[in-house]
């Protein structure tokens, strides 16, 4: 057996659920390469991020911390220069780094500190409105079919870069590690694909989506349909949005197939750590909402596909235990020998991915939203550009009510999920019994003293969750 790989790849979609995936049990998903990837190494089935919006997850990736611990709590607040930075500790023992696409992580002054090189592919920012009549309103973030050829998406050419990237390095100094992070926009909303993929899953073969949810949802979407205007669209409508989704997972899937297809031909993908995950999930229909809310808790937002390849070094596994965003990189460095430094809330599973040892987790933890007094500066949805008209009715949405963003956490184990809002609302929902979270039994004398027992585990896990930053390596009495 190699005792570590020697380069690492991080493949990250954004916002790609983890039952958006034919290895995650999608009866309908054409997802060839990520199967077969899966199949080889090890997929985590309970892999559950920090938050569910970009910035704040992908901060939780970097620095192995819960997002509130560097005030990471929405787009505009990145990792600074003085936060723990387990890929600075990468580049530190001797790697070679790159981020290609999308930063969404990291300030100005921190990215050339972390990533020796940086780039995104042409054709990121283009087609982000419909082209041609959908029967779609605006607010359903629907366009369709991506107008242009395949060498016009964005993310196809940001794979293009990524793959030049390591043949260069490849060539110039073949000893020395390597670490890469692709960022792609898809699955992201505007939902929309290339013409190769854009009709690519079997609709009939889809499994019906959940409908609006009589808890966490009322308010929630009822605020959102009227911002988004989308009260008259059917069932059929909803499946279409999700059809798309799922094609531009297909189109994701094959930029996979290209990274691993490269890997071998420049000889290096047995020893090379490809580590696959995405920074949240997407409603795409469910409860006949889109796109995603900071405050809103489903699965199909928080649980993400996170699977582990490296030949050699990691046995082909499905593993059941929980595992959070924080864990992964800490992982990533234990697995290839470089230490992990102070200040990491996240733990290492090696012993789980390569010794059979049980997870560290009962449950998974997850935050969102703000404190009043940032919701009291929320931007006006027409004081700032926003990428297309459905963003623009989203920030509306907020605007009509912001205590939608009010700050909440959850906690999730195999049974209960359990959410706390800082209006005092509650929620808790009974996964065994009632798996797509439409019934809120918080208020159920049934559930009394479960709901009790919830609250004393989220105690004790805001306790678990306060900063270890700076470290300190030694307690003087």
């Known amino acids: 057996m190699k005792p570590s790989p020697n380069h690492i790849v991080v493949l990250c979609p954004d916002e790609m659920r983890a039952d ?115 029967g779609m309103p605006a607010g359903s973030y629907y366009v369709g079919r991506h107008p242009g ?119 290096i993908a047995d020893e090379t750590l490809v580590v696959l995950w995405s920074d949240h999930g997407d409603f795409a229909g469910d409860y006949q909402l889109p796109e995603k809310w900071d405050t809103a808790f489903p699965d199909c937002l928080v649980n993400v596909p996170l699977v582990m390849h490296a030949p050699d070094v990691i046995p082909a596994k499905v593993i059941d235990d929980f595992i959070e965003t924080i864990d992964i990189l800490p992982t990533v460095l234990d697995l290839v020998g470089v230490p992990v430094p102070g200040g990491v809330q996240g733990h290492s599973y090696r012993g789980v991915l390569c010794g059979g040892e049980p997870g560290p987790r009962d449950v998974v933890f997850c935050q969102g939203g703000q404190e009043w007094e940032l919701l009291a500066k929320t931007v006006g949805a027409h004081d700032r550009p926003r990428p297309c008209e459905a963003y623009l009715m989203k920030q509306t949405a907020l605007e009509s009510d912001r205590t939608l963003n009010l700050r909440a956490k959850m906690i999730r184990g195999h049974r209960f999920k359990y959410v706390y809002r800082l209006d005092d609302r509650e929620e808790l929902y009974d996964i065994e019994k009632d798996p797509g979270e439409l019934c809120n039994v918080a208020s159920d004398p049934a559930y009394e003293d479960e709901l009790s027992s919830q609250r004393l585990r989220m105690m004790r896990k805001l306790v678990e969750a306060e900063s270890v930053f700076p470290a300190q390596d030694f307690l003087e009495a």
């Open 20 to 134: 958006a995936l034919r290895c995650y049990g999608h009866p309908a998903a054409v997802t060839p390469n990520i199967d077969r990837l899966a199949a080889s190494g090890a997929r985590f089935e309970r892999s559950y991020v920090t938050h569910t919006k970009c910035t704040p997850s992908r901060s939780s990736f970097l620095t192995g911390q819960y997002p509130h611990v560097g005030g990471h709590r929405t787009l505009d607040l990145p990792v600074r220069a003085g936060e723990v930075n387990l890929v600075r500790s990468l580049r530190d023992a001797g790697y070679v780094t790159a981020l290609v696409g999308k930063n969404h992580c990291v300030d100005d002054e921190t990215l050339p500190l972390t990533f020796d090189y940086h780039r995104r592919g042409d054709g990121g920012d283009r087609y982000l409105e419909p082209h041609e009549n959908t």
């Open 149 to 267: 050829e395949l060498e016009d998406v964005g993310d196809h050419n940001s794979t293009t870069v990524a793959l030049d990237w390591l043949s260069q390095t490849q060539a110039g100094d073949p000893d020395r590690p390597k670490f890469l992070w692709l960022n792609w926009d898809a699955p992201h909303p505007p939902y929309r694909a290339p013409v190769p993929f854009l009709g690519v899953t079997d609709r009939d073969q889809m499994p019906p989506l959940l409908p609006p949810a009589e808890s966490w949802s009322n308010r929630l979407h009822r605020r959102l349909t009227d911002a988004y205007g989308i009260a008259d669209m059917t069932v059929a409508q909803w499946r279409e949005v999700r059809g798309c989704y799922l094609d531009m997972c297909a189109f994701v899937d094959h930029e996979v197939g290209r990274v691993m297809d490269h890997l071998k031909q420049l000889g």
